[in-house]
């Protein structure tokens, strides 16, 4: 393969990734008509076709899974080897590029992001905010936040926050028709605000635990919503009880639009942590990211 034709390569590669010649483009800063025709080029140069398209989407064939396989880790490989020549410079530069859930952002990497980013500022930060449990490996992140319960034990796992608790809150005006729930299973009397989980399709249970007892609660109600501040607003409407970690609500609480109940069946678990390959060598703007997220008693 000719060295002009590395960029092509390149393009293959995101798209073969993304899956998407739209997210590709875009990623590349190209427009989707000259990444489908480098495509087509590439493929006539090879003699064999490297992707299925459909009016929707796009995958590697056999063969472009072959190639995705054979030189991802090299070019992999050498964008890394390029960043650390970066940091020969003066100033740490780099790129970054982390997924985390909604909550995790507002309350973990944005706090931090702000003043980092001023202080260091060749470094560009990439955040994708997904609830799903994404694998970051497969979809080139450099890191991802989550629980850490949720954290495979062959990563990297650095806290990022205190140990954290969940609530479960309602409107005064709701109490005032029906009787708080003194344990968990008195929630079946009780309208309530689901979510779904978006990995595996299933509603969230109801997680709560006393004393060395765990339980796990199902409820129902005519509300599904995955959005945090929409399950807010609904449980402040009136529309039933909401599940949610205690520092979202704070304020709420403390002027009295919402009120807890079932606080004593919510004990303290580990908060979140900030994972990443053990294997990987990283760049020194990674480093100081990493420093600047570590949650210190």
Request: charge should be negative.
């Given at each position: 393969m000719l060295k002009e034709n590395f960029n092509d390569l390149i393009a293959f590669l995101v798209v073969a990734r993304e899956r998407s010649f739209t997210r590709a483009a875009a990623r590349l800063g190209l427009s989707q008509s000259a990444l489908s025709h480098s495509m087509r080029a590439l493929e006539e140069r090879m003699g064999i076709r490297l992707l299925?398209?459909?009016?929707?989407?796009?995958?590697?064939t056999e063969a472009g899974e072959r190639l995705l396989e054979r030189i991802g880790p090299h070019f992999s490989e050498i964008e890394l080897e390029l960043s650390l020549l970066k940091e020969l410079r003066d100033r740490p530069a780099g790129n970054i590029r982390i997924?985390?859930?909604?909550?995790?952002?507002?309350?973990?990497?944005?706090?931090?992001?702000?003043?980092?980013?001023?202080?260091w500022p060749d470094i560009h930060v990439e955040v994708t905010v997904d609830n799903t449990l994404m694998d970051i490996v497969s979809h080139r992140f450099d890191a991802g936040i989550r629980l850490g319960e949720q954290v495979a034990k062959d990563m990297v796992a650095v806290p990022v926050s205190p140990p954290m608790r969940m609530a479960v809150v309602g409107s005064p005006d709701w109490f005032a028709h029906h009787a708080p729930p003194q344990i968990p299973a008195d929630l079946q009397h009780h309208r309530c605000v689901n979510m779904?989980?978006?990995?595996?399709?299933?509603?969230?249970?109801?997680?709560?635990?006393?004393?060395?007892?765990?339980l796990r609660v199902r409820v129902e109600g005519q509300l599904t919503?995955?959005?945090?501040?929409?399950?807010?607003?609904?449980?402040?409407?009136?529309?039933?009880?909401?599940?949610?970690?205690?520092?979202?609500?704070?304020?709420?609480?403390?002027?009295?639009?919402?009120?807890?109940?079932?606080?004593?069946?919510?004990?303290?678990?580990?908060?979140?942590?900030?994972?990443?390959?053990?294997?990987r060598q990283h760049t020194r703007a990674f480093s100081l990211l990493v420093e600047a997220l570590r949650y210190r008693e």
């Open positions: 299925t398209r459909t009016t929707r989407s796009v995958s590697p997924t985390a859930g909604e909550h995790a952002v507002d309350t973990v990497l944005w706090p931090v992001l702000q003043g980092f980013m001023t202080q779904r989980l978006p990995t595996l399709g299933g509603m969230l249970p109801w997680e709560f635990s006393a004393d060395g007892k765990e919503i995955n959005d945090l501040r929409h399950r807010i607003a609904a449980a402040r409407a009136g529309l039933g009880l909401i599940y949610l970690p205690e520092n979202c609500v704070e304020q709420e609480l403390k002027e009295g639009s919402l009120v807890r109940v079932l606080e004593s069946w919510c004990e303290p678990f580990p908060g979140y942590y900030l994972y990443y390959p053990s294997r």
